[in-house]
């Protein structure tokens, strides 16, 4: 089975601090893509990677940055963390080929203070 | 530009069947996908529709109409664990990435 595995459940941050939020999977899929989640909005696409050291910004990619230097791990970066940054953060990835669906990670709920 | 609809909420009561709708509008489309998304939990995949047709799968199908932009996941002899939330997403032409809907919450009552 591929795991996708985020390294907090649960984050408390204080407004203004340098937040990253690390994201490993451990089947050599292509793909790596963060989303953030809140109630009535869904999820909505921060930034994605197709390669190593590859990146494209989604739908929401402001105050965030990424950083893919290995395959299998995808960070998420908040430079400067602000209250309307918490969320529900997950992290997918998948092979990259047609027909394949994301494999998410359990989620990091982020609480910025 | 993408769009998807789907109901906010729904209730059905166990043993029953429901069918949760999803239409969309994609500059492309490249497969729809329905996930599961329990409270607090992360989606898991439920299924994939490429071509026109209904995908069956136990007690899961998912039907899909490229002509009208409309896919729906029916769920038969509902049961509580089937309280959850119910994702729709769409991958474009060419793209990497799925847009997905909000969401329909499912309450499955005795």
């Known amino acids: 089975d591929v795991k996708v595995t985020q390294s907090s459940r649960y984050l408390v941050k204080r407004t203004g601090e340098k937040v990253f939020l690390e994201c490993v999977q451990d089947?050599?899929?292509?793909?790596m893509f963060w989303y953030r989640q809140d109630p009535g909005l869904g999820l909505r696409l921060i930034y994605f990677?197709?390669?190593?050291?590859?990146?494209e910004k989604g739908d929401i990619p402001e105050g965030y940055s990424v950083s893919r230097e290995k395959k299998e791990r995808f960070s998420l970066i908040l430079e400067s963390a602000s209250t309307n940054q918490t969320s529900m953060y997950l992290c997918?990835?998948?092979?990259?080929?047609?027909?394949?669906?994301?494999?998410f990670g359990s989620g990091t709920r982020l609480t910025v203070v | 530009g993408q769009n998807i609809d789907q109901p906010t909420e729904m209730t059905a009561t166990e043993g029953a069947i429901v069918q949760i709708n999803c239409t969309y509008q994609t500059s492309g489309f490249n497969g729809l996908f329905w996930y599961q998304q329990h409270a607090g939990e992360a989606p898991t995949f439920l299924s994939y529709?490429?071509?026109?047709g209904l995908e069956e799968k136990g007690r899961f199908s998912s039907f899909l109409s490229r002509s009208k932009g409309y896919s729906y996941l029916l769920l038969k002899e509902l049961q509580m664990k089937d309280s959850a939330s119910y994702l729709c997403?769409?991958?474009?032409?060419?793209?990497?990435?799925?847009?997905f809907g909000t969401g329909t919450r499912l309450t499955v009552i005795p």
């Open positions: 089947m050599d899929h292509e793909n």
């Open positions: 997918a990835s998948n092979p990259g080929a047609e027909g394949y669906g994301y494999t």
């Open positions: 990677s197709y390669d190593v050291k590859m990146k």
């Open positions: 529709n490429v071509l026109d």
């Open positions: 997403a769409v991958r474009a032409t060419g793209a990497n990435n799925l847009f």
